[in-house]
């Protein structure tokens, strides 16, 4: 059982792996007492919403996790641990996730606040609504108080898996104006993905509606722009998701398998590889152990049989395709 040193709050706007989202943090064995879903808008609300109530809690830590990432096992103690390691003026610690549209690795997820710093951040929360992102203003504020943000080189979850098209379409098209630098890595790596995987074509149609539009932004999912945009594209949204088809060790599988496109290994060679480094934060003995206590043995044995015959398919068919082996 993990120890009860945060206060776990899922911020959720409707995302369609919400209830995933929280079995599997429950999975690690987080008690159900400190983990609460909270469904606020604008985001600024969510925001100061839920650090009144990690405040209110009065845990060491508030982990905030927002409904669309999905934990890899040991996520939570891993961070928690690493965030003990940090001096006392850390006001947050982060590690990265391996954001689906990006194509690898990236900062962000899971947000564990310093819980005794609480109250100078809800004093530097920028609540216009229109203010696309909203916690970054509130992390410069705090460093700028001398309470700086660390980023730690674990890979903490998946990001923007399973989630419905008309947040798919809502999330892109503030790509466009939000991380518009990366428009050639977001149009290259969709267009490849686009016609065996939807998510990618609904990606391109929102960051394309994204380009058209001049007016104003904002996160807000609740905004009647963002239904009306993507109603135009007659596509029939995606059932309800299943939160017994998302486990630990299919997150973990998913972190495993995934190739990041070459264009984001030549603009983001640090971050390339970060799935292993993330492993390399702690040894492999204790990875090991960690998986076993999240998955149980059986489960464990199950996915380590199932990756040993992955890779020696894949050994296989190099061997016997024209371009491989002799």
């Known amino acids: 059982m993990v120890e009860p040193r ?29 983990l ?5 808008a604008p985001f600024s609300k969510a925001l100061r919403k ?53 194509g690898g690795p990236r900062n962000g997820g899971i947000h564990l606040y310093r819980t005794s710093l609480l109250p100078k951040a809800l004093e530097n929360i920028q609540l216009e609504a229109g203010n696309i992102r909203p916690e970054f203003h509130t992390l410069k504020a705090m460093a700028a108080l001398g309470h700086p943000w660390k980023t730690v080189p674990y890979l903490v979850g998946i990001h923007d898996f399973e989630q419905y098209y008309l947040d798919i379409f809502r ?4 790509h466009a104006h939000k991380h518009a630098d990366m428009a050639e890595l977001f149009l290259s790596f969709w267009r490849e993905k686009a016609g065996s995987d939807r998510d990618y074509a609904v990606a391109l149609h929102g960051f394309a509606s994204g380009v058209e539009h001049t007016g104003d932004v ?77 998955l149980g043995i059986i489960k464990l044995i199950l996915y380590a049989i199932g990756a040993a015959l992955k890779k020696a398919g894949k050994w296989l068919q190099e061997r016997v395709s024209p371009a491989g082996g002799s």
């Open 36 to 40: 609460f879903v909270l469904r606020e």
């Open 218 to 294: 904002s996160i807000d999912s609740g905004l009647d722009m963002y239904q009306a945009l993507f109603s135009e594209y007659h596509l029939q949204e995606k059932h309800a998701l299943d939160p017994a088809a998302c486990s630990l060790a299919q997150v973990e599988q998913t972190i495993e398998n995934w190739v990041e496109p070459p264009l984001y290994k030549k603009l983001y060679p640090d971050k390339f590889g970060l799935v292993s480094l993330a492993k390399g934060e702690i040894s492999e003995k204790q990875r090991i152990s960690q998986l076993a206590a999240d």
């Open 6 to 34: 945060a206060s776990i709050i899922i911020r959720s706007s409707g995302e369609r792996t919400e209830q995933a989202c929280k079995n599997l943090i429950l999975e690690q064995g987080i008690p159900a007492e400190n």
């Open 171 to 174: 999330k892109c098209f503030i």
């Open 50 to 102: 839920s650090l009144e109530l990690g405040l209110e809690r009065g845990l060491k830590w508030t982990l905030c996790n927002d409904a669309d990432v999905l934990l890899r096992p040991a996520a939570v103690k891993t961070m928690l641990a690493l965030a003990e390691q940090q001096e006392e003026q850390i006001f947050e610690v982060q590690g990265f996730i391996l954001d689906k549209f990006l």
